[in-house]
């Protein structure tokens, strides 16, 4: 039986483990502040994930110097450009996760999550001042190095200092944060939206030359929201001044440990990360055939695998000895370490390769629409207060279509991610993970086969698609934390969670492509070609995630392994 926390002021309080002896967890006040570190930590990086998808396709289309209304040619063009930039960043936060894991299993959780923030945060303010895809791209890049580190290091800080009874809500509270900072970037893009002009007044106030004015609000804004994401970079003298360290991760440093990570070993990550890029490569050059591409494809993955893999299996060979034992616990977390990559993985191609795209769909219904058809026309003469109100908001989200569908959506995953969490220590890891695929895939086909008009049934269908589809974000840092040890855990879970985004990165890749291949194909709603159809081919990687849980161990009832 777990004991209750100890209110007194004291470094650690004890639980006892599997085998009797007492595991470290944190007290009150550094509970709390560990806790609400990590919150801010998340939310901060889903409003860096979530304003690219939001202004991406603006970005992309205002650097490219497309304008007017778009052409099948246009959004193929804007939707290739955009597929890279996003898989670019899947791969950034892939090596990320690996490095900043390394670093925190070597010098600590809170010293690393302070430089993985400070990362993430002023290279997404610099996005802002990117003039070619290319330049955006490799900004992008630099940025998901902070962000893929956040992640596995909150995760590891978390369940290191609350006790084993409160897992559950700890991984619904992390994957509801992210999900809230969503929500936040959409209701953000929709005030400056509103403010566009006295932005731009305000702006000019300043003295800035009206060439730079004119560059900032131009497409709705989207430099000036990439460059509100140097905020977070805040939150790094939070960390340093009132965040404790993991009493866990002291405990290994005391033991001598952590020197068995060795900073040579981060080359093994440099020579994997040439292998997304040889991915991302094949893909992006039209003139590569089939046949080359798919054999890139797997010479890229085996090149990151190895390389991502390196420092972990390096470490355990330095802490273990060569003894059969040893050989096994090598073994066996490196086995975890891949499955772990292929469950994250199944999570990041829905949301990347669906639920990412719901924003520029909705932006895409709506563009081409005449100001007369919108319902601000029927505002004149309501019928009753509660037409009125109807009315009104029709004309709100008609003007800020992606705004309004990023926020039902992101709503939706804050309830999703908690539910999950939940279910999954009511009935079982593995019977969770299973369910969520099922409901993942109903959620996408209803979304996209089903729906041909931007309306109030679209945006309860984006609600249903972000409770079904990021639901994995509450499973997923209740699980991948219970599979390793204490030495390893940020790393393993930072491989586990960030490699599977390198599996994402190549299905995201795949929507340029099917958008070429499905022009000809009709939802059952009668959108011909474009994101519905492409989404809902990649929906079917739930099927795959649904045979591979079985293979993973089940750890419901477990405590987190010291």
């Known amino acids: 039986m777990n004991q209750p926390l100890d209110s007194q002021p004291s470094p650690v309080t004890a639980e006892a483990t599997a085998n009797g002896t007492p595991a470290l967890v944190g007290t009150g006040f550094g509970q709390w502040m560990a806790l609400v570190a990590a919150l801010l930590g998340w939310m901060f990086d889903g409003a860096e994930m979530g304003v690219f998808s939001m202004v991406g396709r603006a970005a992309i289309q205002d650097l490219l110097g497309i304008s007017g209304p778009s052409t099948p040619e246009s959004e193929q063009r804007i939707g290739f450009y955009f597929s890279i930039v996003i898989s670019v960043f899947l791969v950034g936060a892939a090596t990320g996760g690996v490095v900043f894991g390394w670093l925190g299993d070597r010098i600590g959780r809170v010293r690393a999550m302070s430089l993985s923030v400070l990362t993430y945060a002023l290279f997404t303010g610099l996005c802002g001042f990117a003039q070619t895809p290319l330049q955006l791209g490799i900004l992008r890049f630099i940025a998901a190095l902070g962000m893929g580190g956040e992640w596995s290091l909150g995760v590891a800080l978390v369940m290191e200092v609350w006790p084993n009874r409160s897992r559950a809500l700890m991984a619904g509270l992390i994957g509801a944060a992210a999900n809230a900072g969503y929500l936040l970037v959409g209701i953000i893009g929709i005030g400056l939206t509103a403010m566009l002009t006295q932005c731009e007044q305000s702006l000019s106030g300043l003295g800035l030359p009206e060439s730079t004015v004119k560059m900032l609000v131009a497409n709705k804004g989207w430099r000036l929201m990439m460059m509100l994401g140097t905020l977070p970079a805040a939150l790094t003298f939070f960390f340093r001044m009132f965040v404790p360290e993991s009493a866990k991760w002291e405990r290994e440093k005391g033991r001598g440990t952590t020197s068995n990570w060795v900073t040579s070993d981060l080359f093994g990550v440099l020579i994997g990360a040439i292998g997304p890029g040889i991915i991302v490569w094949v893909w992006a050059d039209d003139r590569i055939g089939v046949t080359p591409r798919l054999i890139g494809t797997l010479v890229g993955l085996v090149i990151a695998t190895i390389g991502y893999i390196f420092p972990a299996l390096r470490f355990l060979q330095r802490t273990f000895s060569n003894s059969t034992a040893a050989q096994n616990e090598t073994g066996r977390t490196i086995r975890r370490m891949l499955l772990g990559a292929c469950l994250s993985a199944v999570a990041l191609i829905g949301t990347w390769g669906s639920t990412q795209w719901s924003m520029s769909w909705a932006g895409q219904l709506t563009q081409n629409i005449k100001q007369t058809d919108e319902p601000t026309s029927e505002l004149k003469n309501p019928a009753s207060g509660t037409k009125a109100f109807q009315m009104w908001f029709k004309a709100a989200i008609f003007k800020n279509p992606r705004e309004y569908t990023q926020m039902f959506t992101a709503v939706g995953a804050i309830v999703g991610t908690i539910l999950a969490a939940m279910l999954g220590d009511w009935v079982g890891r ?12 109903a959620s996408v086909i209803w979304f996209y086969q089903f729906h041909s008009k931007f309306d109030e049934e679209f945006l309860i269908a984006s609600f249903i698609l972000g409770t079904c589809t990021a639901s994995f974000y509450g499973w997923l840092p209740l699980y991948l934390p219970e599979l390793f040890a204490t030495n390893v855990r940020a790393t393993g879970q930072g491989f586990s969670f960030n490699f599977g985004r390198i599996i994402a990165a190549i299905g995201t890749l795949q929507i340029g492509s099917l958008l070429k291949l499905v022009d000809h194909y009709e939802t059952f709603a009668g959108v011909k070609g474009g994101y519905p159809i492409a989404c809902s081919v990649v929906c079917g990687v739930y099927v795959l995630g649904m045979a ?15």
């Not at 593995?430 to 895939?441: D, Q």
């Open 548 to 562: 591979l849980i079985w293979l993973a161990p089940e750890t419901k009832g477990k405590l987190l392994p010291d």
């Open 430 to 441: 593995r019977p969770a993970y299973c369910t969520l695929c099922l409901l993942s895939i």
